[in-house]
């Protein structure tokens, strides 16, 4: 395959970046590279639009994270960029990307239950949001005092019913996300 050379290296470079951030849990990691698949009407004929590097942990070889993508056209001619040999070195896989490497190496280092509640967290937040948002809104376009009927020529009853709309919107994310806080235990 063309570009092989080119996929080893860059995980080289990659390998060396776990080496330099985490040493002494580097031989727990390894970069694996495969092809990102393409959704172009005549792609089994085309090569891969490009690759993915991911880190995975030895221990759970089901758990990835991409640490960085390359296209095809970056493997046969890595230099057409304007790079010389030293910024490729450092853009191919050394300190660019030890962000992405620790990033990596913090998620996989993470349990189930953790990377769980990072999630529930978050969709707390957002039910939380839109729930503030769909009841001022639907207050907002209740109040005719307020619009005084001059947003984009909107009739009344239509201020009205998006007005009520946005007001049962709010509600309803309001109930789902005080059901999903759970009460904090007191010690």
């Known amino acids: 395959m063309r570009g092989q050379k080119r996929l080893e290296e860059i995980r080289r470079r990659l390998l060396k970046g776990i080496n330099k951030i985490d040493p002494e849990n580097a031989g727990r990691y390894d ?7 393409s959704t172009h009407v005549n792609a089994k004929f085309l090569p891969p ?6 880190l995975v942990d030895k221990e759970n070889p089901n758990e990835s994270y ?11 001619r890595p230099h057409t960029y304007g790079f010389t040999p030293e910024m490729d070195e450092k853009y191919s896989g050394g300190e660019v990307f030890e962000p992405n490497i620790q990033q990596g190496i913090e998620y996989l280092g993470k349990t189930k239950k953790e990377k769980r ?14 729930s503030i948002l769909g009841i001022l ?24 019913a998006l007005g009520a709309v946005l007001l049962v919107v709010g509600l309803v994310t309001g109930f789902f996300w005080l059901k999903g806080r759970k009460p904090k235990s007191k010690k």
């Open 31 to 37: 970069i694996k590279y495969e092809a990102m698949t």
């Open 117 to 130: 509640r990072t999630d529930q967290g978050e969709l707390e937040k957002t039910t939380a949001i839109a």
């Open 66 to 76: 991409r640490v960085r993508t390359t296209t095809y056209g970056d493997l046969i």
């Open 137 to 160: 809104g639907g207050l907002f376009f209740l109040s005719s005092n307020i619009t005084g009927n001059a947003i984009a020529n909107v009739s009344q009853s239509s201020s009205n």
């Open 49 to 54: 639009p490009g690759y993915q590097f991911l």
